[in-house]
């Protein structure tokens, strides 16, 4: 047996559907690597395509699966003998669509893994005959390696498997999207199953926003005796060259993967917002400020995301704007050296008004209210058709939860960072922001929230403290706790319990229409639940 | 064996989730049918708490099944001696849930029947067990009854199952959701089972729009030599009384179930629009008109769901508005007996683009296009908000598919009656609808289709002629064929059939926040199938 295998990582950030790009890119680190004659270099799962959770939803587009194979042949023809080419796509067994690797050298192909749990549209049938015709294990240098993909990681019967076939070296080709509150694939699940097979494991995790999804990277090794490195950090671009020998593992940089919790949370909001912009296209973000912190928030994560100079920050005042208000969000401007631009909408809300009350005595003061909003946006959403743009909605979880925003209003936007991040997080990451350089001027984050659509007033007149609110939301929604578990939780009255949860079901045609935002807090499958419009009345028991 | 058979089949209106108002619905019509003395009173799948697709969604809130669980017991509690009440509700097995029908007689349970492919979520084990603790069959006056729900009805098993039961009298409890395409339970295909089963069929449908389903109701008896009678009409909410005799079956009224396919579609959206109005508690419908095909149908299905007196029409002209258009709205308006109310947008419009223009030095077309659509959308959600009348968005599915409707502008609304509607089934369905009595203008039905948001123009100047438009979207969308396959079906250059489905793809982000509508023509999972934003790069090898 040889002694060394040397390895290229790719922790790449594909863009779904963008093969010829994803191509592109998987091309370039070939090349790149080609002097170092590595024995492998492996891209993540699904690196050619892009990871789509809806797999499904492609495969039938046959142009969609014609450009995959041609592009598929494009790299087999790329390897040489020096280097076996991992690459994940989506391929066709007997008319139905499976997640695999294949590896590739000397232009041919060598083998293929499959991720077997795929959609759950696996027979049985087909993935006999997959296997009897694929090896199941690739040599190199006399190291025995195998491959698992996605969730099989976490398979017991795969696991099982991978142990029958006496493999050294483990790859787990991964795309898992980050998530603030669960650590999918922890340090200590990868170091108890190294030192129980006594293998050595390679993790290789997507990068990148996708709409919705963010995966972090955070591609690591362990050892046999469950020594840990970070080969290539959180939420980067970038590839690793390393080489493996008997007991060691020798790189160039490490990388410390401790980082705060926060922390990692803003950089997946930085992340998934650049990459919202640069994969749409978009030439750059218009923001409008408030003076609050939802506002303030998202620009600083706009100017991190694309630099200032692409961010245009628009404060559009009306008569029931603060002075405070307007002295700090210039004062946001000032620390993070851009300009706010400010347009009074009082005149033009007039005249909606005044048009309005011709045709009603009064006007009630929910209408006031969404007027203001809904002017602001009309000129927000001018300003991003002007300049290619993209607007930024501002709610929070909070707000969508509780329907605590004005659709067409400060709800509109392309996209959403903070649309599942509770406000009680939205100060901690504010605060947290500061802490590298300030760039949140305090009284923005001391201040008590207010809508300012109305003369006078703060957030909690309506609803209750924050803190409370995100406990409510977060044990209903999140935990589904019942209510009177809530109400043994949450020191509040019966009603105010229920009158969340009510806000909650009765907003949902809100969410219904709101923007893409990542999904960093929920669950994903708890946030996509759709429920009926206005689904409140299965509590009226409870409300009695 | 006695002759007699006394049937009550309820094709009821649920309300998804308002488990209180259902059993109130319930328990009218067990109280209505006392004194007849029926021997069974059937209620449709899941009636105690409306159908929903996505059932998995609800049972995760503990208070909700314990309502569910507290009214079936209710229920049970109105059974006496003559009658069995047959009610759809869902019911914890082992922690799993299942669709069931519970089956009540002098205040106790006989037994309940099972759908088997709910949600795939059956574990054998659990169904076993199921089946051992209740009857599998009925025996009522000698008659040997079962009962088959939903999809079920497809299954070979279950039907092989059946007939090893010998039964007389199969009962067919579903909750279709009605398709303009595909009638997914056909006379023949209840003729079929019947005749070669050689047994009597009892078909009940759920009835009533929910959100983006819309059931169609058509209950339908089939005796065991194939003749079929149609027991309640397609749409309504009713109730029937019949009696099956060994070889006859006598009721009251017979309707004709042979209604033309535009006849029903445009009842559907008339259901569907009516329930999305009362079952979210609004007090009436507001619309903008623009002189246009698809506001003028929307405002003829808004009438005829709630009534004239219900439905506020409006129409906001810019300098762009025809005097033609104008006309062509008030002459609807006098048709079917409303006002017009013509409010001028010119002014406020002028003053946001003035505003911008100090901005820009010149603004582009889509930018003014875009603000006259808006300001209309902030009156109409102004009105929306005073009255808590429903905006109805009139947004058409070609439009959708497109792009050509703006965001925050004509697409705002709670509900699109025309969401799922191609612009030439749209025409289609106004000349149906002028049949009846002439509600829309001959010159709107007959005009060429134009946004009036510039100053000439017509939409097929930017857009293939809607002909060829929707069989493009049709043949990429719905039937999945390659470009190269559409190319040889259409007499259209290769360029702008990919224009088109670029248009498609790149316009996704509007379709994520579009509003809700009745899914009528695209099969559900197609329609609800969410693609990366801005997914056009797949397309661009063929673009080369």
Known sequence: MKNKIKVVLVQMNSKLGDIKQNFDKIKRQIEKF?????????????????????????????????????????????????????????????????????????????????????QSNNSKKNINHFYKRYESILIINGYRISFLIGEDIFSREKIYN??????????????????????????????????????????????GGQDELIFEGNSRYFDQVGRSFCLIPYFLEKSCFFTIDRNSISFKEQFSHHRSKISRLYDALVLSTRDYVNKNHFLGIVIGLSGGIDSALSLSIAIDAIGKESVKAIMMPSINTSQESIEDAKKQCELVGT??????????????????????????????????????????????????????????????????????????????????IPKTIVFSLSKYRNTINKVIPENIILKKPTSELRKKGFDEDDLPKYSLLDEILFYYIDK?????????????????????????????????????????????????????????????????
Chains 1, 2 share one sequence.
Do not use: W
């Open 162 to 207: 991978e142990k029958k076939k006496k493999i050294d070296l483990l790859f787990l080709i991964c795309s898992f999207p980050y998530s603030f509150r669960k650590n999918r694939v922890s340090d200590n699940f990868l170091k108890k199953m190294s030192t129980e097979m006594k293998i050595r494991i390679v993790y290789l995790n997507s990068v």
């Open 339 to 420: 300009t706010l631009e400010v347009i009074s909408i009082q005149k033009i809300f007039g005249q909606f008004s005044c048009q309005l009350k011709k045709m009603f005595k009064s006007l009630k003061c929910v209408v006031l209210e969404n007027l203001q909003a809904r002017c602001r946006a009309v000129f927000l959403m001018g300003i991003s058709n002007q300049n290619r743009y993209l607007l930024l909605s501002t709610s929070n979880r909070s707000e969508l939860y509780t329907g605590y925003t004005t659709i067409y209003g400060d709800m509109s936007g392309g996209f959403a960072p903070l649309k599942d």
């Open 480 to 544: 589904k706790y019942s209510i009177q578990k809530i109400l043994s939780k949450i020191p509040l009255k019966n009603e105010s319990i229920l009158e969340v949860i009510k806000l909650f079901h009765s907003n949902e045609f809100k969410r219904k229409q709101s923007p893409i935002g990542p999904i960093l807090f929920s669950n994903k499958t708890t946030f996509e639940k759709t429920y009926p419009v206005n689904h409140t009345s299965f509590l009226s028991s409870f409300l009695k």
């Open 34 to 118: 080609k002097k170092k004659k590595p024995n492998i270099i492996v891209f993540p799962e699904l690196s050619l395509i892009g990871f789509c959770p809806d797999l499904l939803n492609y495969h039938p587009y046959p142009d969609f699966y014609k450009t995959c194979c041609f592009y598929m042949s494009k790299i087999c023809k790329l390897s040489n003998k020096d280097t076996i080419v991992v690459v994940g796509h989506f391929f066709k067994v007997r008319n139905k669509f499976y997640n695999v690797l294949s590896c590739f050298q000397s232009k041919k192909l060598l083998t293929r893994f499959l991720k077997d749990d795929f």
